[in-house]
């Protein structure tokens, strides 16, 4: 079983639409998670952070963590075309030397 | 501007010539690192460096090497490049302390092997 697992997509979706992006994970002792978003060819940029279980807001963002069941989400609500973009899961366990383990990634389209 | 840099964006070059990619960031971070993403396997860490002259393997360091010379930069080097090599590779940097996992990325650097 690999430690971090996400579904690939791609995912297409109209504008306005609410957008779920999930991650499963195997590793227990991971504490910190993250998503990315990745435009074509740019840079990985964070865009929620999450430390341990609960969830987390930012504008249109919402950042769920259950750590009972190692599952995370990514909400995004009122998609924009310009949300479109590859989003990765990404998470760390303390005393890992800062050592972060990606999903995959997620290919969103967000049609106008 | 707080930002990580690489040079070059993009390279093409035969298998067995000596290349180094470079990164620099201009934001005191301890922490830097190098991944390399590949379709289907995603981001995966090639070395990672704590401060200045520590450095250590992280998931897939065959055929790399690195320095940390310098607090700011953080080459690194193909001695004989492969095509197995052939991937875009990303560097990172973050403060060690606080939200120490929030790494900031650069903009990658295609690289072909031939």
């Known amino acids: 079983q690999k430690e971090v697992e996400q579904d690939p997509g791609p995912l297409s979706v109209p504008e306005g639409a609410i957008v779920s992006l999930n991650c499963t994970y195997s590793n227990s002792a991971f504490q910190y998670f993250m998503w990315y978003r990745q435009y074509s060819r740019k840079g990985p940029e964070l865009l929620m952070y999450?430390?341990?279980?609960g969830n987390k807001e930012d504008g249109r963002f919402t950042a769920q963590v259950d750590k009972s069941s190692k599952y995370i989400s990514l909400f995004i609500r009122d998609s924009q075309p310009s949300d479109s973009a590859t989003y990765l899961c990404?998470?760390?366990?303390?005393?890992?030397?800062?050592?972060?383990?990606f999903g995959k990634g997620t290919l969103l389209t967000v049609n106008p | 501007e707080a930002q990580v840099t690489q040079n070059p964006r993009y390279l093409i070059t035969v298998t067995g010539k000596k290349l180094t990619v470079t990164c620099s960031q201009n934001?005191?971070?301890?922490?830097m690192s190098w991944y390399r993403q590949d379709p289907g396997l995603g981001l995966r860490q090639i070395y990672y460096?704590?401060?200045?002259?520590?450095?250590d393997k992280g998931d897939v360091p065959e055929g790399y090497k690195v320095s940390r010379k310098e607090k700011r930069n953080f080459p690194l080097i193909l001695e004989s490049p492969s095509p197995n090599q052939t991937s875009l590779y990303f560097c990172?940097?973050?403060?060690?302390?606080?939200?120490?996992?929030?790494?900031?990325f650069g903009p990658g650097t295609r690289l072909l092997v031939l």
């Open positions: 999450t430390y341990s279980s």
């Open positions: 460096s704590m401060n200045v002259e520590v450095t």
């Open positions: 934001m005191n971070h301890e922490y």
């Open positions: 990172a940097s973050s403060f060690i302390g606080g939200r120490q996992e929030t790494q900031y």
């Open positions: 990404a998470m760390s366990a303390r005393g890992s030397n800062y050592k972060l383990t």
